[in-house]
């Protein structure tokens, strides 16, 4: 199996060193259609120059991945969908960001946990990705600090959980700060931090009229076409404008050419059914050819295909 690991600053990848170009699959663990359809595209993917995706065991908005049971041990349906994905990905040479808490606006968490089931929780997926012998994995334990920052779960003590059942898999934080020693590197909110890499694991253009994740994919819809009472989903799902386009190609650019990995978030990605999550590429972000193919084809003709 390909091992990643970090070392002297830098995220390598069987021993040399990994610059991550990915997507955020963030409902891929959703139902074994959705999994099976991500495994379906990790070819379409890596052909494009992609060498990257993550998923999470809980929550999701919209999703509501219920991947923990009450007391914090794994809920093996959603187990057995991240084994498929993190093996397919391994005979391509993929890392996968496991991510343990996404606390959020999800129904997919306890309020009833206290530090020690979030920590049960980390520790259990740590364990499980050891007891598998995955090594091509770096776990991300609470997205966005999202927990530490309703719960006031210690994202230091879940890094500490984590690395206790499986001491050698990379272990990340995700708050605004910068990651505890014991973290091996930051993701999106975090802080750049000395001597640790850093990967923007959820890249959004900026300039989305009203923020990407809020009245941008959000706003009222008074056709009650995305938003039905039986399901809550995303707006403006795949569609960019040219100039949202521009600066999500910036910010790519700025983040890889300075060692920073940088991973594409998108409604297009993220929506539940009846509208997603679409893990084909899609088109060209144009309301009538909506999707995230522009993106992908960007980093193919900048970087080429990836290739184990």
């Given amino acids: 199996m390909h091992t990643i690991s970090v070392e002297n600053g830098s995220v390598l990848l069987d021993g040399a060193y990994f610059l991550a170009k990915g997507l955020r699959c963030s409902n891929g663990l959703y139902s074994d259609a959705a999994a099976d359809d991500l495994v379906s595209q990790l070819g379409v993917y890596t052909a494009h120059g992609l060498n990257c995706i993550s998923v999470f065991i809980m929550g999701n908005r919209f999703g509501n991945v219920?991947?923990?049971?009450?007391?914090?041990?794994?809920?093996?349906?959603?187990?057995q969908r991240l084994e498929r994905i993190i093996e397919a990905a391994d005979r391509l040479k993929m890392m996968v960001i496991v991510g343990c808490l996404y606390w959020g606006e999800s129904e997919a968490k306890y309020d009833s946990w206290t530090?020690?089931?979030?920590?049960?929780?980390?520790?259990?997926?740590?364990?499980?990705?050891?007891?598998?012998?995955?090594?091509?994995?770096?776990?991300?334990?609470?997205?966005?600090?999202?927990?530490?920052?309703?719960?006031?779960?210690?994202?230091?003590?879940?890094?500490?959980?984590?690395?206790?059942?499986?001491?050698?898999?990379?272990?990340?934080?995700?708050?605004?700060?910068?990651?505890?020693?014991?973290a091996d590197l930051?993701?999106?909110?975090?802080?750049?931090?000395?001597?640790?890499?850093?990967?923007?694991?959820?890249?959004?253009?900026?300039?989305?009229?009203?923020?990407?994740?809020?009245?941008?994919?959000?706003?009222?819809?008074?056709?009650?076409?995305?938003?039905?009472?039986?399901v809550l989903n995303y707006n403006h799902i795949g569609i960019y404008t040219d100039e949202m386009k521009t600066d999500q190609?910036?910010?790519?650019?700025?983040?890889?050419e300075r060692g920073y990995g940088y991973m594409l978030a998108s409604t297009w990605l993220q929506a539940v059914p009846p509208f997603g999550p679409n893990h084909t590429l899609g088109g060209y972000g144009t309301e009538t050819d909506p999707g995230i193919r522009w993106w992908a084809e960007f980093i193919l003709n900048r970087y080429g295909p990836y290739s184990k």
């Fill in 66 to 79: 219920m991947g923990y049971h009450p007391d914090g041990t794994l809920n093996h349906t959603y187990t």
């Fill in 115 to 182: 530090q020690k089931e979030a920590e049960r929780a980390v520790y259990e997926t740590a364990l499980w990705l050891r007891t598998k012998g995955y090594t091509n994995v770096i776990i991300d334990v609470d997205n966005e600090g999202m927990a530490l920052a309703q719960k006031g779960f210690d994202n230091r003590a879940l890094v500490v959980s984590a690395k206790s059942a499986y001491p050698s898999c990379p272990v990340a934080t995700n708050f605004i700060g910068l990651p505890p020693e014991e």
């Fill in 186 to 230: 930051g993701l999106h909110f975090s802080d750049k931090a000395p001597g640790k890499p850093y990967i923007e694991s959820e890249g959004v253009p900026e300039n989305a009229p009203g923020g990407y994740w809020v009245k941008y994919s959000r706003f009222e819809d008074p056709g009650n076409t995305y938003r039905r009472a039986d």
């Fill in 249 to 256: 190609i910036n910010r790519t650019m700025a983040h890889l």
